[in-house]
């Protein structure tokens, strides 16, 4: 069971905006910044946002992420096939003194 | 070019003992914090490690803390993760990644290596 919890699964159709979610606590999300990963299949995950809603230089600006309270949400625009990936939340605890991740969520693109 | 290049995995007996290196160039590594992070087969990411620049701060997580250690040696560009009382749930392909900075929390993991494989298995 991981300490931020996302949807298992999601799924959209190419051009279409879809959002996952994160949700958490007040000892990480609720206190520290929230980063997402993508994870192509049979590759190393890749940072995709960084403190909340920063994009990595290369990033396209079709991902972009949100913070409120206790959790965060990454939304994709303009869906193309080649997002079709793992997805995952993390932040720091600070109960834990370390790094916590979302159990990932695995994004179809119909 | 930034590049992580992990080794040492392998396949190990429970109770065991494995040593995992992590190669980096095309950067300052004396700068940056670095964490190992690993990924059992079909399963999500699991943080696992990670040390600041100078190793002022060291954290564990839960699963490995009194069993793994991490050091870092800046001469060499090297990171490394000593493995002790290894156990069947340890299986994972262990990932070295670059924090974006240096610091008490981290800043994001900007780059990661391919990973190497960990099988502790009899």
């Known amino acids: 069971q991981s300490v931020l919890t996302q949807p298992p699964s999601a799924s959209g159709t190419p051009g279409q905006r879809v959002t996952i979610s994160c949700s958490g606590s007040?000892?990480?999300?609720?206190?520290?910044?929230v980063y997402w990963y993508q994870q192509l299949p049979g590759t190393a995950p890749k940072l995709l946002i960084y403190?909340?809603?920063q994009r990595p230089s290369g990033v396209p600006d079709r991902f972009s992420g949100s913070k409120s309270g206790t959790s965060a949400s990454l939304a994709i625009s303009g869906l193309r096939s080649e997002d079709e990936a793992d997805y995952y939340c993390a932040a720091w605890d600070d109960s834990l003194s370390g790094s916590v991740f979302g159990g990932g969520t695995k994004l179809t693109v119909l | 070019e930034v590049q992580l290049v992990e080794s040492g995995g392998g396949l190990v007996k429970p109770g065991g003992s494995l040593r995992l290196s992590c190669a980096a160039s095309g950067f300052t590594f004396s700068s940056y914090s670095m964490n190992w992070v690993r990924q059992a087969p079909g399963k999500g990411l699991e943080w696992v490690s990670s040390?600041?620049?100078?190793?002022?701060?060291?954290y564990y997580a839960d699963s490995v803390k009194g069993r793994f250690t991490i050091s870092r040696d800046n001469a060499k560009n090297s990171l490394y993760l000593q493995m002790n009382s290894l156990r069947a749930e340890d299986t994972a392909v262990y990932y070295c990644a670059r924090d974006r900075a240096d610091g008490y929390t981290p800043s994001g993991l900007d780059y990661w290596g391919q990973g190497t494989l960990v099988t502790v298995s009899s």
């Open positions: 007040s000892s990480n999300i609720g206190s520290n910044y």
């Open positions: 403190r909340n809603n």
């Open positions: 040390i600041s620049s100078s190793s002022s701060y060291i």
